[in-house]
């Protein structure tokens, strides 16, 4: 569950931090993990073994072969018969959703200052050439959500919730723990409530829903981030990751044998990337970037997961289904300013 500490903010805040040490804790109460069960793997196996996630037409569907079984389709939203076991259902919702919602409210109090003011709102702007990251933390909320609900949802599966019950819990999970780290910066000095943030934390967990419930569409798309650490992060001169903008791209994958619904190996191996990044918004990049860029690409990229399934038998729990390998595409650029 390493990953779930990857997030990409709109500000300085290291949000991802305070989701780190949540996480760690919530997981660690309400999903205990056994002896023989795997660990660190994201978004993780089904009881079956089958990748998840993994297209359809090869694994049945995304999400949907988790629940199997009849007896499970008849248990009700949130049964609390399970007496072998303290964590029921029930409390493992709680633990994740109010668990998840107080070490926001604590860590907000102390890590950014939450509280400190009345409630303000900040116009924080979209993709501007002098918005504070050139829109970089836009899509950084928006692949953040859409990451963290699919995590999320990934566990609610594991708690036997039926298919489109996981997919709609763990993408309002995602969406309301977000949402409340924004009302929470509406009561802070140094920030501010932003609709900007609210609407992409909104589109990537409802991207998130829409690809968790439609098996053709997560074969055919993928929403990624790219990282490759700055020279500022390289050096010690930047600690946090999620902020480095400056080494980070957020793209569309657009897979060719899911779109034309083709078996070839040459076309299922391809795949057209449209992305965008920025370069000299961060503090630090003066000695770097002669000025703040902002740019755009498109991509003729090699799909990771299916070539490591082909060559390998192994889909590496569908990671670069969601994280860009680097050097694995040749993009044409252009910039905006």
């Known amino acids: 569950m390493i990953a779930l500490t990857v997030r990409a903010t709109g500000s300085a805040r290291p949000l991802a931090y305070s989701w780190s040490v949540a996480a760690a804790l919530l997981l660690a109460l309400a999903y205990p993990i056994s002896a023989g069960a795997s660990v660190g793997l994201w978004p993780g196996l089904p009881p079956d073994g089958t990748p998840w996630d993994a297209p359809c ?113 763990g993408s309002l999970s995602s969406w309301a723990h977000t949402t409340l780290v924004e009302i929470g910066d509406g009561f802070s000095k140094d920030h501010g409530f932003s609709w900007e943030d609210l609407l992409f934390n909104t589109l990537g967990a409802a991207f998130a829903y829409a690809r968790l419930l439609n098996p053709s569409l997560a074969e055919s798309v993928d929403f990624r981030l790219e990282w490759i650490p700055s020279r500022q992060f390289r050096r010690g001169d ?61 991509g003729l990229g090699l799909n990771v997961t299916y070539l490591l399934d082909r060559l390998t038998g192994r889909r590496a729990w569908n990671l670069f289904d969601y994280v860009q390998m680097p050097y694995t595409y040749l993009p044409a650029r252009h910039s905006f300013d």
């Open 57 to 169: 037409e090869t694994h049945q569907s995304t999400l949907w072969s988790i629940a199997r079984d009849t007896e499970r389709a008849e248990r009700p939203l949130l049964d609390d018969d399970e007496s072998d076991t303290f964590w029921t259902r029930r409390r493992k919702v709680l633990a994740l959703n109010v668990g998840g919602a107080a070490a926001i409210l604590g860590l907000g109090s102390i890590a950014w200052e939450h509280g400190s003011s009345s409630f303000a709102f900040e116009n924080e702007g979209w993709f501007e050439h002098d918005t504070k990251y050139g829109g970089a933390d836009k899509l950084g909320h928006a692949w953040a959500n859409y990451a963290l609900a699919v995590l999320y949802s990934r566990l609610y599966a594991d708690w036997d919730f039926e298919p489109h019950e996981a997919a709609l819990y």
């Open 238 to 298: 930047r600690a946090d990751p999620f902020t480095d903008y400056s080494g980070q791209k957020y793209l569309l994958a657009f897979k060719l044998g899911g779109l034309l619904q083709t078996d070839d190996p040459v076309m299922r191996a391809l795949e057209v990337h449209l992305g965008y990044y920025t370069r000299g918004y961060v503090s630090g990049d003066e000695g770097t970037f002669d000025r703040e860029k902002r740019h755009g690409y498109i």
